[in-house]
């Protein structure tokens, strides 16, 4: 049993296995790896945002009681940052290609950038909906999949089986953690104010909030970069 101030600190650094072995095995994509954790990780910033109103975890030096901010949410945000970019390429042996000039001079093209800033643009304006933060971050992130996918359409098949595959890669740190320190969602998720759902014994918006995060992150990259997803030949 994890002593209860420590099982953030734990499940945060239980990200960062699979980001290692990864990283490890399939040098291929190290690039966008890094590139996706290093961006993803000041996202850990916007904990106050969600403490205490979505959830309330004991952390490193009381910081997320005392402040709203913690460590252990930039190591999370690190760690499936990374993850996210690349899963769904790892899990069908796809590697990155560049487009074209033709290709990327496509009349569609001209909303490149307003389409990966799309959730960027879209959170503030839901965040002020009078609902709780974490349904703003989980329909931005919904809003960012599908202007990826209206921009970028060949980028579609990543942003669907990026949402399946993440769910599932989330659902097994999420039973780790209730294995580990049962009741500990009971006691840290503010459940009282959220929708009720579950599944399997989860809250509905966990499950949502890894649906859009892998809907939209497994083409990010590509999209910034100005690459495609395919088989090597």
Do not use: K
Request: charged share 15%; net charge neutral; with cysteine.
């Amino acid at each position: 049993m994890i002593p209860e101030h420590y099982v953030w600190l734990v499940w945060s650094l239980a990200f960062l296995v699979p980001w290692a072995v990864l990283w490890l095995f399939f040098p291929e994509h190290r690039r966008p790896m890094l590139w996706a954790s290093l961006f993803t990780a000041p996202f850990g910033l916007t904990e106050p945002l969600f403490v205490p109103e979505y959830w309330n975890p004991p952390s490193l030096f009381d910081l997320a009681q005392r402040t709203g901010f913690d460590i252990e949410s930039l190591i999370f945000c690190f760690g499936i940052g990374g993850v996210g970019a690349v899963l769904v390429n790892v899990a069908t042996r796809h590697r990155t290609e560049p487009l074209s000039p033709a290709e990327r001079h496509a009349p569609r093209h001209r909303f490149h950038r307003w389409a990966l800033a799309s959730p960027f643009l879209a959170f503030p304006f839901l965040w002020v909906l009078p609902w709780n933060a974490i349904y703003a971050g989980i329909a931005a992130m919904f809003v960012g999949m599908v202007a990826t996918v209206a921009c970028r359409p060949d980028l579609s098949r990543n942003s669907v089986l990026g949402a399946g595959i993440f769910v599932a890669y989330y659902l097994v740190f999420l039973v780790g953690l209730e294995v580990t320190s049962p009741g500990y969602i009971t006691r840290v998720w503010n459940l009282d104010v959220l929708s009720g759902f579950t599944l399997f014994s989860f809250p509905v918006e966990e499950l949502l909030f890894a649906a859009g995060f892998g809907g939209y992150w497994a083409g990010v990259y590509e999209h910034y970069t100005w690459h495609r997803s395919e088989r090597p030949i």
